[in-house]
């Protein structure tokens, strides 16, 4: 089974820090762009911060300079370095990825998402 596994939300004070990882798993052939994403109670769902295969990133206007994406190919992982975070910032965060991988005997184009991990930080 082809999936994201999330980890490192908590409760944190507004200045501290956080860092998510989040890896994928199963028969994964590829996996090109990885990124995170959040929505925040009665939200859209929007976009925190990607990075491509060649590590390329680009990242939210409201958390540039405060987070750091990154990610370890061998270890098809990609991390979220949050600093300096703000009672804004309190969501629940998801790890999207873009990967080939096997289905049904074929290696096929995907969209994988993770569980969620709730990110709160109180004032």
């Known amino acids: 089974q082809v999936q994201l596994v999330e980890s490192g939300g908590g409760l944190v004070q507004a200045g501290e820090s956080l860092r998510l990882s989040c890896a994928a798993s199963?028969?994964?052939?590829?996996?090109?762009?990885m990124g995170w994403y959040r929505q925040a109670p009665g939200k859209q769902r929007e976009l925190v911060a990607a990075i491509t295969s060649g590590g390329n990133t680009n990242y939210a206007d409201s958390v540039k300079g405060r987070f750091t994406i990154s990610r370890d190919n061998a270890k098809n992982t990609v991390y979220l370095q949050m600093n300096s975070l703000k009672p804004e910032d309190t969501a629940v965060y998801y790890c999207?990825?873009?990967?080939?991988?096997?289905?049904?005997?074929?290696?096929?184009?995907?969209?994988?998402w993770g569980q969620g991990t709730q990110v709160t930080v109180s004032s």
């Open positions: 999207n990825a873009a990967v080939v991988a096997a289905n049904g005997g074929y290696y096929r184009s995907m969209e994988l």
């Open positions: 199963g028969s994964i052939l590829r996996i090109n762009a």
